[in-house]
């Protein structure tokens, strides 16, 4: 089984549900999970976990991610993209009217923290019901607002009706959603036509490969140099290397392990108390030099627990 993280392009038309499908196909292997949905129109990096990588899903969906995102004005549909039923188109007169710098300083104050309403045609849950499952049925529901936070946001052209932007933002950001709130505070409604998601955390679309080249890797037996090991997404965290003996046994079982073991100089500063390593956390190899998982501090117990661990065995 192959444990790690695979930088994917995922291609327009595709489900992230249908990369998944496919990769288990070329890879021959089940455990395989994404780390957060692409609408099928959208493309661009989606990071997919394989066999023990698959318990990083939750923390890669948490990173910020980036977007180039063409936004179309003068129209509202009901999926707030293209690819959606139209509900209003706006009077000519009115997209005339509309100037460059109009709608550069109008996105430009959607930067920093925003209460985002989410479309009706997205996979949240409510009342145990996908929100795109009561669309299809005709039903419309409140929504309550989300927190979410637009750390940059760029307008790289303004070609009207259309401009292309480019948006860093926290998870559960959704761009449509962002595009038609710009074209409602214009006035002239808006959508979004096209997205590329081009960095996830730490994953670059210029890294990214597609399900094309994976497989003629793969074929080739190569495959295992685009691969991101697990414990290289804990790289900021200082690594501990454990001797032979029972500190081995200790890690094997999944248990805590006294402080002693780990020299102070690791952090810093030798001597340094206790408290001041309270929460800190270690990347944790055994002899062999085996990645075992994350370690937290807890200074009352003075020891090293396990935080999340990475079975390496297939």
């Known amino acids: 089984m192959i444990h790690g ?11 992230s549900h249908d990369v998944v499908a496919k ?57 707030q993209d293209t690819t959606g039923t139209v509900l209003h188109t706006c009077a000519p007169a009115r997209l005339a009217e509309l100037k460059e710098e109009e709608v550069r300083n109008t996105a430009e104050r959607f930067i920093g923290p925003y209460a985002q309403i989410p479309p009706m045609y997205s996979a949240l849950k409510v009342n145990g019901k996908r929100l795109y499952e009561l669309a299809r049925e005709g039903k419309e529901i409140e929504r309550r607002p989300r927190p979410v936070e637009i750390y940059s946001l760029t307008v790289d052209r303004v070609f009207l009706p259309r ?82 003996g029972r500190l081995d046994k200790l890690l094997q079982n999944g248990n805590a392990f006294p402080a002693s073991f780990v020299p102070d100089g690791l952090f810093g500063t030798a001597g340094q108390g206790a408290k001041s390593r309270d929460g800190a956390r270690l990347r944790v190899y ?29």
């Open 23 to 79: 990769l288990r196909g070329i890879l021959k292997q089940k455990k395989i999970g994404h780390t957060g949905t692409l609408d099928p129109a959208a493309e661009g990096v989606l990071p997919v976990c394989l066999g023990s990588g698959t318990k990083l899903c939750d923390m890669l969906t948490d990173k910020r991610k980036t977007y180039r995102a063409v936004l179309l004005l003068g129209t509202e549909t009901d999926t």
């Open 163 to 244: 401009a292309e932007l480019t948006v860093d933002c926290s998870k559960g950001t959704y761009i449509r959603t962002l595009c038609h709130d710009i074209g409602s505070r214009l006035g002239c409604g808006g959508c979004m036509e096209k997205l590329v998601r081009t960095q996830s955390g730490r994953f670059f679309l210029e890294d990214s490969l597609r399900l094309s080249e994976v497989e003629r890797l793969a074929a080739a037996g190569k495959l295992g140099e685009r691969i991101v090991p697990v414990d290289a997404v804990f790289d900021s965290y200082p690594a501990f290397y454990a001797d032979q």
């Open 5 to 15: 993280i695979l930088n994917i392009y995922k291609e327009p038309g595709y489900t």
């Open 286 to 314: 055994d002899s062999g030099r085996r990645f075992i998982g994350v370690y937290e501090y807890e200074s009352g117990k003075e020891r090293w627990k396990p935080k999340k661990i990475f079975p390496g065995g297939d």
